[in-house]
């Protein structure tokens, strides 16, 4: 037995297997069997199987070459070999013969025969064309079934009558065969389905569908009879029962349509002979019947546009409703009422008014409501954009965009009712435009991605920080994402770097859906779509034009500046910068001239640069991969070292690209990254520092030029930064660990010759102030300058190895021949004079959110330009100001000896107006992106000039009147700064808050005038040694232990403040990113005085077991000096923090532990601060009921303080004050209840005195309680001896007080309740046995806390409340009692 082959063996194995198996002759294991053809039907099994014919596999026939892939020979049926095909049948009519079905008798077609057909020739006549048919030539005598037929059968009806002279209802009934050939099958009728048919009815007298038309040969109406009077003697030979059975059995196989048609030709076959009939009666009139209809308007609105004649073509039936569209817009409705209308725009995106009347081939009518309105709606739009036209859906789309354009502009703010872009995004346009990106049709792709770029990119935001670019820190840029972010987690998050967050929130995010993420951040929802990838195939494969390439470049910036995590998405998406670089950043490239270009491909384009300096600004990693990877290095050289004129491109795009090139090269340097170019470029970028002053003198001043100078000198500073810089040292707090961060490779002695090339520029510029009209438009080089001379001057004192003399000799020189003149006052007293106009912090309206801002949808909203009077406009001072200060900074630190002269800086009248209108009480500004934006760059200013008052203050004494604003305006700041400012809260803490000189007051008897004031207003007589003057002084000699425990306590994130301090201090090995962390508050609280306070409160409520920390009292004590300190002296500090707020912050004192409120220092700490609260220019403005900053809920805190009160107060006459003071009349009543109805165990512990009371009495008493349920447990303790003078004296009057008033009162209006009650209480208050409390609720008569029980009595009742006593106790008089 041969074996099976097996996995390995080749051809000739096989082959050889096949002639083995042959010689043994031996049998197949499997048994084939031969199915015959389908035509020659089964094939005899009986038939021997032929053995011989094997199938054989032999080698020797086969080519050497595998046959060619061509289309096979179609495949023939093999007949069997048992039963041959018949050779001279035809398969169809073997098919006919055997099929039964009633289609194959329908089927039998015979063809028309037309060799009998006579054939007229057209008659010639004059006119060019056939004469038009016209109804009035119809004739007379028509058929009177011609009603239901068209004009053309009638005609040719007509015409055939004329020829053959035959009947015209015969005639009408041909008109209607089916097609020609059909078989006589007659189908019944419903009034036939009777068992019992007519057969002498005129129905069975004819045939109705068959005439024998067309068949060859003169007896074809002969043939149709006959085969008619067949059918007829079929039917009367089958019972009505068959009769019936099969006509089921032909309608179930009939095709519908087949069956409606032969009915309806078989009614009209009826109706014709019915008609014929009745006209052919005697005593009848004749009527003619023609195939009109009257045309009867359903209405006069609904009236034809024009009047139908009879002999037009087809207008016999007017259907109306089809012909609206043809008649005139109705009149345009006057808007009478103020009813809202629905919002219809032009197709350049316009607001269409609702009473516009515009031309109607303008376009702007084909819509379906509001017929008569011009214009589209957005759900219109929304609708087109689905069409299956491209065209309309590119119109749409295109439309869209110029809408979303115009609502970011600010047009629609005070048209429309609502926000466009709210509803939009409510309505899926998001998810819109990303289907319609993965569109086959350019055009449509071409309108998504500019409407997408309409929704993303605000230009205006664009501009702002590209000019805002060469600022002091004006590369440093917040993060454009929203920043309502879950805060459950926040204080973890913010020791984390920014990369730990983007690969720990990854996961999460990436499970939620693209809708969802979307709803609360566009950004992230769209990069769930894989929006990159299609952004990439669109410009590597379909290469689009311009246009659309600038569009898509601005959409990849926009996703850039959103995070971090988007910048590294879009650097990682597959060879999409790959792509940017190599077909929009091409180092050769054939000459551009001036104009439009066909295409951006191979073309450098100056909008992929910024790209990739956005790219670059997110991250040290980022620009190093940049770097790196892409081979930046060489395109920078080649855009930098030829100048723009020489490049072969449109001048505006040569000089843009080169200021994009420089903005690259100075990102990059900010990390330290690129010095290695600078060796190769030097005699480039001298070359052009030796042309900028020709370049400045050019009239008018070109702004890209100025631009592009400004970005030189930008870069010039970063890399004179560079070489004062020096590897970071190792550690483990660092933010990011930067393994790229390196020694620079740019020395002192290479930059160290760029002074005498920028300093005349700044000469030149300068001499352009006073103000004059080309200052604003050259305002950005001197302030680069600045910058610059602050960079070099930073870097020239840190090097080691050069004697200081020289670098403080040419300070001296500086100073002297060009700083020192600048504080005259005609020259930058202009300047100091616009600060207040244009601070965006004195002028709330710069702060308001943009028309169209969205929480998910980020945006400066400078789509409509900056005013030139704002901190962005271009007649801004803070710019030029603040590199002033900051070089004024850096020389007064280096030398001491020009700290003096500099600082009269500051005096200038328009610096002190502006910080008086800082310090001003004022509502927090609104925190939108663009004044979150502009607060930073005004903050820079504040900080420089506070620290340039601090550095003069210890060198020289200042006035109190300066030194008190600048103190006030150090602690407005430090409550303001915004994320990122994390080095300036840190340095302003260190250096300006507890700075002595800034106290004043100390050494001006501001402790003795303390003092005199308490004497004045409290009447105090209290030994001074123990007054508010004597904390004062204490607290000023313990400034440095208050300083140290506030930065402690106020400390921030270590991570965030190290990269702050790395971008402040120029430290560039250690610089992680320029974008700033998310601002979602301020870094300090309002309340940063009561930090400690707060914290030792959090830890005592943490850890209530634990023992309390070790310098509990201290930091209680250095906290409570320093509220004192600026409750006194800097009272408007405070003024953003609630009284009621202040002393929920005293009450946290006392329930950190039971023996702190106990220390002599916090009891006397305590009472002055209570006393400041208690003033009557204070008291009102404490309101217990409103929200309360850090709190959730006031009675909430109340009823722990009470509860901790209960249990280790042991009578404290200062815990008791505090316990007191929320009680007054005017709080809410939840407050008098906790105390009297759930802790009145308290009330024995309350023994404060009436004299010892910080509010006066009448605060408790008056107006008189309402509450019953308060008032019943007033008089529950009073009676059950709760509640007594002993104990709690001024609870005890109050209580007195209220019930007194509630017994005798006499309200009318009172409820049946409240009667009963009060008689009730009456009639007890008469029966008490206690004949003190009964004299005092009886005779009450008003407070006075310097009696004994804190009120006076009735000698004798008043004559009203006698009667009223006598009527009600009446009944009760017994033994002679009388009642006096």
Not at 13 to 41: N, T
Not at 402 to 425: K, M, N
Request: charged share 20%.
């Amino acid at each position: 037995m041969l074996s099976r082959p097996k996995p390995g063996e080749s051809e000739v194995d096989l082959l050889r297997f096949q002639s083995q198996f042959l010689a043994a002759g031996a049998a197949p294991a499997v048994q084939l069997v031969k199915k015959g053809s389908r035509r020659g039907g089964d094939t005899n099994l009986d038939h021997p199987l032929l053995q011989d014919h094997r199938d054989v596999v032999t080698l020797d026939n086969l080519p050497d070459l595998p046959p060619a892939l061509v289309p096979a020979p179609p495949k023939r049926a093999r007949p069997s070999p048992g039963r041959p095909p018949p050779e001279h049948e035809d398969p169809e009519e073997r098919l006919n013969r055997h099929d039964p079905h009633i289609t194959a008798v329908l089927t039998k077609i015979i063809e028309r025969d037309t060799s009998s057909v006579a054939v007229n020739l057209p008659v010639p006549s004059g006119v060019a064309f056939p004469p038009v048919f016209h109804r009035s030539q119809e004739r007379q005598g028509k058929s009177a079934t011609s009603g239901k037929r068209s004009i053309f059968a009638q005609e040719i009806a007509a015409k055939r009558v004329s020829e053959a002279r035959v009947p015209p209802v015969r005639e009408t009934v041909s008109t209607l065969d089916p097609p020609e050939g059909a078989a006589s099958c007659q189908a019944l009728t419903p009034q036939e389905q009777d068992p019992q048919p007519p057969r002498g009815s005129h129905i069975f007298q004819g045939p109705h569908l068959v005439t024998g038309k067309g068949l060859r040969g003169q007896d074809a109406t002969q043939e149709a009879q006959t085969i008619h009077e067949e059918n007829m003697a079929k039917l009367q030979a089958m019972a009505p029962e068959e009769i019936l059975q099969e006509q089921q059995r032909l309608l179930a196989q009939l095709d519908p349509n087949l069956v409606a048609f032969l009915r309806s030709h078989s009614h009209a076959h009826e109706q014709a002979g019915e008609k014929t009939t009745e006209e052919q009666r005697p005593g009848r009139p004749s009527v003619e019947v023609t195939g009109e209809k009257p045309i009867v308007p359903t209405s006069a609105s609904l009236a034809p546009p024009v009047t139908p004649h009879k002999e037009w073509l087809h207008m016999d039936t007017v259907e109306l409703e089809k012909l609206q569209w043809t008649q005139d817009l109705p009149p345009l409705r006057r808007q009478q009422t103020q009813e809202r209308m629905q919002a219809r725009f032009s197709l350049q995106g316009e607001l269409l008014a609702p009473d516009v009347d515009l031309p109607t081939h303008l376009g702007l009518h084909h819509h379906g409501e509001e017929a008569e309105r011009a214009g589209y709606s957005l759900q219109e739009l929304f609708h087109l954009t689905r069409s299956q036209v491209s065209q309309q859906r590119a119109l749409a789309l295109n439309v869209l965009a110029q809408v979303i354009g115009r609502a970011q502009a600010g047009e629609f703010q005070d048209r429309l009712v609502g926000s466009v872009l709210h509803l939009l995004l409510d309505a899926g346009f998001l998810f819109l435009l990303r289907f319609s990106l993965d569109d086959r049709v350019d055009a449509v792709i071409a309108a998504a991605i500019r409407a997408l770029r309409a929704l993303l990119v605000a230009p205006g935001d664009e501009e702002l920080l590209d000019s805002s670019f060469s600022w002091y820190q004006g590369a440093l840029m917040f993060p454009l994402m929203p920043s309502q972010e879950n805060r459950e987690d926040d204080e973890d998050e913010d020791e984390e770097p920014p990369t730990e967050k983007t690969k720990r929130k990854s996961p999460e995010e990436g499970n939620r859906p693209p809708s969802d993420l979307a709803r609360h951040d566009v950004i992230k929802g769209l990069l769930a779509t894989n929006l990159l990838r299609r952004l990439r195939y669109v410009l590597e494969v379909t290469c689009p034009p311009p246009s659309v390439v600038l569009d898509i470049l601005a959409v990849l910036i926009r996703l850039a500046r959103h995070s971090l995590e988007s910048a590294t998405r879009v650097l990682e998406c597959p060879r999409l910068i790959e792509t940017v670089v190599r077909e929009f950043l091409p180092t050769s490239w054939s000459p551009m001239e001036v104009g439009p270009v066909p295409s951006l491909h191979k073309v450098p384009c100056a909008t992929a640069m910024k790209l990739l300096r956005v790219l670059a600004s997110a991250g040290r990693n980022i620009a190093a991969r940049l770097l790196s990877s892409f081979d930046l290095r060489s395109r920078l050289c080649r855009f930098i070292a030829e100048a723009p004129q020489e490049m072969a491109l449109p001048p505006e795009e040569a000089v843009m690209l080169s200021t994009e090139a420089f903005r690259l090269w100075a990102v990059a340097a900010s990390y330290g990254h690129g010095s290695d170019l600078y060796r190769e470029l030097f005699p480039v970028l001298m070359r052009a520092l030796q042309a900028v002053p020709e370049e400045l003198s050019t009239q008018p001043p070109q702004p890209l030029s100025v631009q592009r100078i400004a970005s030189l000198l930008t870069l010039l500073t970063q890399l004179t930064l560079a070489a004062s810089s020096t590897a970071p040292e190792p550690s483990s707090d660092s933010a990011e660990a930067s393994p790229l961060a390196s020694p620079s490779l740019i020395t002192w002695t290479q930059v160290s010759g760029l002074l005498p090339l920028v300093e005349p520029c700044l000469r030149q510029t300068l001499k352009l102030l006073p103000r004059s009209e080309n200052w604003d438009a050259l305002s950005l080089v001197p302030t680069a300058c600045l910058l610059f001379l602050n960079a070099y001057y930073q870097a020239w004192s840190q090097q080691p190895s050069l004697c200081p003399g020289d670098w403080l000799q040419d300070m001296e020189r500086l100073s002297e021949g060009l700083l020192l003149p600048l504080l005259h006052p005609p020259t930058l007293g202009s300047l100091w004079d616009s600060l207040g106009c244009c601070s965006p912090l004195c002028n709330p309206q710069f702060c308001v959110p943009a028309p169209e801002a969205l929480p998910s949808l980020v945006s400066m909203g400078c789509t409509g330009g900056c005013p030139s009077l704002s901190l962005a406009g271009s007649a801004s001072p803070f710019p030029f100001l603040t590199a002033l200060l900051s070089l004024f900074n850096t020389l007064a630190r280096i030398h001491k000896g020009l700290c003096g002269q500099l600082a009269a800086i500051l005096a200038a009248p328009g610096l002190q107006n502006y910080f008086r209108q800082c310090v001003a009480p004022m509502a927090a500004p609104q925190l939108t992106p663009f004044s979150v934006w502009a607060l930073h760059h005004e903050y820079h200013l504040q900080y420089l000039a506070l620290t340039l008052a601090q550095r003069a203050a210890t060198v020289q004494p200042i006035l109190a009147v300066n030194a008190t604003l600048h103190h006030y305006m150090v602690l407005a700041l430090l409550s303001r700064l915004l994320p990122g400012s994390e080095h300036l809260a840190h340095e302003l803490l260190l250096s300006c808050v507890f700075r002595l000189e800034f106290l004043p007051e100390r050494a001006s008897g501001g402790p003795e005038a303390a003092d005199f004031s308490d004497r004045l207003s409290l009447g105090s007589s209290r030994d001074s040694g123990c007054g508010r003057g004597a904390l004062l002084a204490q607290a000023c000699q313990d400034l440095p232990s208050i300083r140290s425990c506030y930065l402690t306590h106020c400390s921030l994130a270590r991570a965030n403040l190290l990269a702050s301090q790395a971008l402040y201090r120029g430290e560039l090995q250690r610089v992680p990113a320029l974008l700033l962390p998310v601002p979602k508050e301020p870094l300090l609280p309002t309340d940063w005085p009561f930090l400690p306070l707060i914290h030792l409160y959090h830890q005592a409520s943490d850890m209530p077991s634990a023992l309390p920390p070790a310098d509990t009292v201290g930091t209680a004590m250095r906290a409570l000096q320093w509220v004192l300190v600026l409750e006194s002296w800097r009272p408007q500090a405070l003024w953003a923090v609630p009284p009621a707020a202040r002393l929920a912050r005293l009450m946290c004192v006392f329930l950190v532990d039971s023996e702190l409120f106990r220390e002599t220092p916090i009891q006397r700490l305590v009472a002055a601060l209570l006393a400041r609260l208690c003033q009557p220019k204070v008291l009102p403005d404490l309101k217990l009921d409103c929200p309360l900053p850090g709190l959730t809920s006031f009675p909430d805190l109340y009823a722990n303080f009470l509860e901790h009160f209960e249990a280790v107060s042991f009578g404290d006459h200062l815990f008791g004050a505090l316990v007191l003071l929320p009680l007054q009349r005017r709080f809410s009543v939840t407050l008098r209840l906790a105390l009297f109805g759930e802790h009145v165990g308290a009330l024995r512990a309350l023994g404060l005195p009436l004299t010892q009371l910080p509010v006066s009495l009448e605060y408790y008493t008056e107006p008189p309680e309402d509450n019953l349920a308060l008032l019943q447990l007033y008089f529950r303790t009073l009676v059950t001896g709760a509640l007594c003078p002993r104990w709690c004296p001024v609870l005890y009057a109050v209580a007195v007080a209220h019930v007194n008033s509630f017994i005798f009162s006499q309200d009318p209006k009172s409820s049946d309740e409240v009667k009963a009650a009060r008689k009730s209480m009456l009639q007890k208050t008469w029966m008490l046995t206690n004949e003190g409390l009964r004299q005092h609720l009886l005779h009450y008569k008003l407070p006075n806390p310097a009696l004994p029980e804190g009120f006076e009595l009735y000698l004798q009742l008043p004559p009203l409340r006698q009667q009223y006593l006598q009527r009600l106790t009446s009944g009760m008089l017994q033994n002679g009692v009388s009642v006096t």
